[in-house]
């Protein structure tokens, strides 16, 4: 035997007698430095709720690899945040033609990321086996296609274990 799990795969995994936590905490911390972003002033909300993200043809075009790459390491990221899964799906929809709006956004969750860096999962041992879901969908909101935004998550007992965001 190598000991107790700790890390595996960039997950942090803290292992004590109420449960297990998992957490991307010093990926997040190199995400965050990365991209420029140590010495903003982090965020409260990933996104904001008064902005609704469309094509904005007109805007200003911006390096697709950076935003991709940008994407890509948050959507690394929702393995053990799903309070960012809704925000960066809703980014990744424009990759093939980012503009300034977009990446404005992708910058505002990893400001929202920096604030959090500690955030991640907690499985509880004291649980039952009682499975719930919930879920929702906006109806049609997309100013581009007028399709809905369906998310959804499932707990046993008091652990949330699969959640997800789709268009």
Known sequence: ??????????????QCKEGIFISQTKYAQNLVK??????????RTPMSMNQKLTKDEHGKDIDPSLYTSMIGSLLYLTASRPDISFSVGGCARYEATPKESHLKAVKRIIRYVYGTVEYGIWYSKDSNS?????????????????????????????????????K
């Open 1 to 14: 035997m190598v000991g107790e799990l700790n890390y595996l795969l960039g997950l942090q995994i803290k």
């Open 34 to 43: 990365r991209f420029g972003l140590e010495k903003a002033r982090y965020m």
């Open 130 to 166: 009682h499975l719930a879901g919930n879920s929702d969908a906006d109806w049609a909101v997309n100013i581009n296609d007028r399709k809905s935004t369906l998310g959804g998550c499932f707990y046993l007992g008091n652990n949330l274990v699969t959640w997800y965001s789709k």
